[in-house]
């Protein structure tokens, strides 16, 4: 019943709210990318919420021989954080329920839950992710706020607004490198920003883990047309296995999109979708269109980590030097 329900509320997300998660692989311990977290952890909250039964089951092989179950209310399942479908899915569940737990003093109901589903986290202009959906959420009941600021600090959260701004958590207190800060602020002056694209979460080349996919955010004051130039750098581009012409996986290659109020606005010339070229160690193109005057996100990638056909030689770590000017 719970994995019927779980996979409805994707669907729920998909067509009466928004769902920004690059879905993929994901399971306990996993420390993911932002956005399939929040829809992994709504889905599998919402069965809770449904069924009224806080025990998540599912079954598998021959004759359903084996299976596992997750607590939803209570679980231990890997690092707390924005990156965790499992504090999201307790967060969410805990701001339902009338139980008394921790951090869990009281309930919010179902009606603000649903009505931030349907309205500012389907039009948020950040991507959808927990910080989005809590601050939905506390516009919608002040009085709740105390409470979901609760829950969110119990599972190490502390990011604030709809960007997570000053969020510390960088999911194992060891400082790992480019977990932080959620997003990196970009002018589109023709400012530099260097920022590196890291698999260090991701042994298996899933490309949906925390740290591969880079968020950045600019806000667009002059409408025009904008030139998008990032280059692999220097130290990055050094220690690539040696280039194999007949081979491009040896090969950097940043991809970028970016989005407006949710909607991509990559554009398609000459039958490509520019951002998204396999040109090596470079992603460089100017926008046909105007684009308009508003709050932009970006993710940026290194599209080696998300190639199946990559392998370890590959450098885990990839940092691009991102430049955005207005098109001469």
Known sequence: DHVIVHEWGHY????????????????????????????????????????????YCDTRAMRQASGFRIGIENNSYGPDGWFSEFSILQIIYDLWDQDIDGADTGSIGFAPIYEAMTGAQKKTPAHTSIFSFAD??????????????????AEGINGTGIYGDG????????????????????TPNGMNVNICSNRQFDGDFSGNKLSEYRFLRMTITIPSRYEFSILTDDATVAQLPPDDLSDEHDQSDPDIRFYLDGAIQNRVVEGAPQGLSGEANR????????????????DLVEFRH???????????RSCFDVMINPAP
């Open 306 to 316: 998300t190639d199946p056909d990559s392998d370890a030689s590959f450098p885990s």
């Open 167 to 186: 969020e510390t958590n960088d999911s194992t207190n060891g400082s790992p490198d480019d977990v932080l800060p959620v997003y990196t602020d970009i």
């Open 136 to 153: 939905a959420v506390k516009a919608l009941t002040p009085a709740g706020a105390p409470l979901v600021d609760a829950l969110l600090a």
């Open 283 to 298: 992603e460089y193109f100017v926008t046909p269109n105007v684009l308009a005057a508003g709050d932009y996100v970006m």
């Open 12 to 55: 729920f997300e998909d067509v009466f709210s928004r769902s920004d998660s690059i879905g993929g692989a994901h399971g306990t311990g996993d420390r993911l990318d932002m956005r399939l977290a929040f829809g992994e952890g709504w889905a599998t909250a919402l069965s809770g919420i449904a069924l009224d039964n806080d025990t």
